[in-house]
């Protein structure tokens, strides 16, 4: 295992992905951990595909967001090109919902914290192209990451056709009904209507564009619309009330009794009304 690159100093291998190599590292610097991404010997020995990931790093080096995963650095050390990546510890999101649906609460949170993140990042004209349950990592505070913002066509299979911001919608879409029932969706989004909490159905088929009348527009409309969920979830909580209220059944002789005896009060009134004329 390599030691040292420029000023950052290796600790051990954390994985390896399409992109190369990766690495927890000490910036000796400033004194902090970093993930470090380093590309294999056969992107290395291509330059033009090496410019052309130091092209699309510098573009996504740009964003700043709490829920984003930042990109400090693009380096280069002995001819070998590398990206420094903001540390993030935790666990995939993928891993964390393990086949089990999460709290209802608890994925709106952090479905919210992703669509804020889009937000951002489509102001700037930036496009995630692949996100899933496996490029957001869930820290030990419970707050979400997006890993790889921008690079998705060297760090996983982007997502097919073209991409735009609706491509990340889609995807957030996709991570929520994965978040509420514990599986990824069927193509089409066919079937999704009773696993889905009814307080989440219009947001996840406007996400996953399944309503006649088109989705979301923007991220930050879907951001709103899972605050207001969060909103109404949070009071029902706080009253000590279910997620529906289902009125008690009345059985068809009880109706019959009740509209009894209000025609009988009517009938005593109108007498006592007649008789005081």
Not at 77 to 83: D, I, M, S, T, V
Request: charged letters at 25%.
């Amino acid at each position: 295992m390599i030691e040292q690159l420029d000023h950052y100093k290796i600790l051990e291998r954390i994985g390896a992905g399409s992109l190369g190599e990766v690495y927890r590292a000490r910036d000796t610097r400033v004194g902090r951990t970093v993930a470090i991404k380093l590309p294999g010997p056969e992107l290395q020995a291509d330059r033009e595909r090496c410019e052309a990931l130091a092209r699309d790093a510098r573009a996504a080096s740009v964003l700043s967001h709490p829920n984003i995963a930042a990109l400090y650095e693009i380096a280069e050390e002995g001819g070998q090109l590398f990206l420094v990546f903001e540390f993030v510890p935790g666990e995939p999101l993928k891993r964390v919902i393990a086949g089990r649906p999460l709290n209802t609460r608890r994925a709106v949170t952090l479905a919210t914290q992703l669509a804020d993140a889009l937000a951002d990042a489509h102001a700037l004209d930036m496009v995630h192209g692949g996100m899933t349950s496996d490029t957001i990592m869930v820290t030990p505070k419970g707050n979400a990451k997006i890993l790889d913002f921008g690079l998705a066509r060297w760090t996983s299979r982007p997502f097919a056709g073209d991409l735009d911001h609706r491509t990340d919608i889609r995807a957030l879409g996709m991570v929520l009904v994965e978040m509420l029932t514990g599986r990824q969706p069927a193509a089409g989004a066919a079937g999704l209507g009773s696993s889905i909490p009814p307080e989440l159905a219009d947001v996840v088929s406007k996400a996953l564009e399944i309503r006649a009348e088109g989705g979301y527009e923007a991220a930050a409309t879907c951001a709103a619309d899972l605050r207001s969920v969060a909103a109404m979830l949070d009071i029902r909580a706080a009253a000590g009330e279910p997620s529906r209220v289902v009125p008690p059944r009345r059985d068809r002789g009880s109706r019959v009794w009740v509209v009894a005896a209000v025609v009988l009060v009517l009938g005593v009134l109108a007498a006592i009304w007649l008789a005081g004329r």
